[in-house]
Nanobody, 123 residues
């Protein structure tokens, strides 16, 4: 079992950068692949990207590749989402999630979820 807590969201202007953090409990963090998801008002949850257990492999939604990067520090039980050149359409609640084993593109396959952190981007 792992508990996840996101932080780092806030209100920013278009073009700004933010780094979100997701802190995990437990001593088996390296056993979990991680994903970042987001949900905008009135829209379904969508994938942001994933990172493998050791952090060597990442995958991103094509529309976000080049602006968003995911990294992890297994010694600190933390995964990060670095966001550059934020746009109003990036406004959403951002969630991190964990699953045993390999990465997955499907949110339904993730076992553990954080509470989310709000990112609001003004024009």
């Amino acid at each position: 079992q792992v508990q996840l807590v996101e932080s780092g969201g806030g209100l920013v202007q278009a073009g700004d950068s933010l780094r979100l953090s997701c802190a995990a409990s437990g001593r088996t963090f390296s056993s979990y692949a991680m994903g970042w998801f987001r949900q905008a008002p009135g829209k379904e949850r969508e994938i942001v990207g994933t990172i493998s257990r050791a952090g060597g492999l990442t995958d991103y939604a094509s529309a976000l590749k080049g602006r968003f990067t995911i990294s992890r520090d297994n010694a600190k039980n933390t995964v990060y989402l670095q966001m550059y050149n934020l746009k109003p359409e990036d406004t959403a609640v951002y969630y991190c999630a964990a699953r045993s084993g390999a990465q997955s593109w499907l949110g339904k396959e993730y076992e553990y979820w954080g509470q989310g952190t709000q990112v609001t981007v003004s024009s």
